[in-house]
Structures are given as C-alpha cells and as structure tokens.
C-alpha cells in the first residue's frame, strides 16, 4: 500500500483566496483525521470521520474551516478565505480500529502558506 | 477529558548518551498508549505502542512500558545516535471513551550531538 497520500505538498496562496487540500486514506482504513502543526500550538486535531462521517470538528478553528469525506477513499479540508495565521503544516492521517489496535498512519502533510 | 503531557524540549544529547522523555497521561477509560517520532520534514510514523496496563512496547532500541499506577508511558533507549534527532510525540487513543481519536502531547525535540 501506499500509505497515506496528500496533495500538494507544499501550498502558497494570497491571504484571502480558497485553499483546497486533499487526502487519499489507506484503503479499508475507517477513521480519517485532519491534523494542524504550528510551532505555537503544536499538533492539533481539526476534525475526524468515522465510515466517512464527521464525528468531531470542536478543533475546526473557524467557519472558514471546512472539510468532507464524500468516499471512503479521499477528504478535503477546505480554507475560504485563508488568512496568514493559517500557514502551517496539514495532516492527514487514517486507521483501521480493530480492538485495541488504534494506531494512526500519517500522509506526509501539507506545508500551507499564506502571505 | 483525556490528556498526554510530555517533558519541554529540547533535549541535546551526546552519542551513546541514555534517553528518557517523560509521558503522563489522564484518561477516563483504559487507553492504547504511543510513541509516535517525527524527523524533519516528514509526517509522523508510529515508534512503538502498549494496548494495556504493564505492557512494554519496543522498536529500533527504544522502549516504553505501560505504568497504569503512575500514568505514564515514559520513553527510553539506552544509547542514542546522531540519527535519532527528531520529535517525539506520546499520545494516547481510548476507542471506547472517545471513538478512536488519538491525543498528542506537545511534542519533544531530540538534537543528539556526535
């Protein structure tokens, strides 16, 4: 397998246009989850879905955040309009929950930034 | 609700020196318990992980073992080398409290000096 796929890996945009970044899960994996890194704030987790519906997004920032998960197989977590305190690095990262072997794989991110 | 605390960073080591990274959790439930290491410029890749209480998790050198009495999930290797820089994240998932959703701590950043 492939592991974990996000697309672009690097992202610079305007303040103020859409960002759009996508991510393909590992297959038969039924948890996704978007994660924010900033040397501020650390890793923080926006939203997850479970069988590609939303259980959590209290992480989402703000309604300029959104994301969706119309298959098992890709995600998109949106930013309109972006602003410059919402450059840093996006993770996505899928698991397969399977008794107590929760573990997460990770894509290898998304550096955003927005000037 | 749950939570993972790590020790503060960075830690500078020299080669061959010994590891510990201090990890305590809260969690209302009996939680899988993870070490996660992420090198520069990279995503996060599973270290080692203990699914219940005095479990000991082991990968590349490095150990943990699951302390339910202390909460803790402290990491540890006997003798480091240059390419063990990186951060490491402890984290925790409690699939029956909180459906899979793992928690990190803050992060600690490893510099081993040769």
């Known amino acids: 397998d492939a592991g974990v796929i996000q697309s672009p890996r690097h992202e610079v945009t305007e303040m103020g246009q859409e960002v759009t970044l996508r991510c393909k899960p590992i297959s038969g994996h039924d948890y996704l989850f978007w994660y924010r890194q900033t040397m501020m704030r650390g890793l923080e987790l926006l939203i997850y879905f479970n069988n590609n519906v939303p259980i959590d997004d209290s992480g989402m920032p703000e309604d300029r955040f959104s994301a969706k998960m119309p298959n098992a197989s890709f995600s998109t977590l949106k930013i309109q309009p972006s602003e410059p305190r919402d450059s840093a690095v996006y993770f996505c990262?899928?698991?397969?929950?399977?008794?107590?072997?929760?573990?997460?794989?990770f894509g290898q991110g998304t550096r955003l930034t927005v000037v | 609700g749950d939570s993972v605390t790590q020790m503060e960073g960075p830690v500078t080591l020299s080669e061959e020196a010994f590891l510990t990274i201090n990890c305590t959790y809260t969690?209302?439930?009996?939680?899988?318990l993870f070490w996660y290491v992420q090198y520069p410029g990279e995503g996060l890749q599973l270290l080692l992980k203990?699914?219940?209480?005095?479990d000991k998790g082991s990968n590349k050198g490095f150990e943990a073992t699951y302390r339910k009495e202390t909460t803790s999930f402290h990491l540890e290797k006997g003798s480091v080398q240059v390419s063990d820089s990186a951060v490491y994240f402890c984290?925790?998932?409690?699939?029956?409290?909180?459906?899979?959703?793992?928690?990190f701590g803050q992060g600690t950043e490893l510099s081993v000096k040769p």
């Open positions: 984290a925790l998932s409690d699939r029956i409290n909180q459906g899979g959703k793992l928690i």
């Open positions: 203990a699914t219940k209480a005095d």
């Open positions: 990262a899928s698991s397969f929950v399977r008794e107590l072997n929760t573990e997460a794989f």
């Open positions: 969690a209302t439930g009996y939680p899988s």
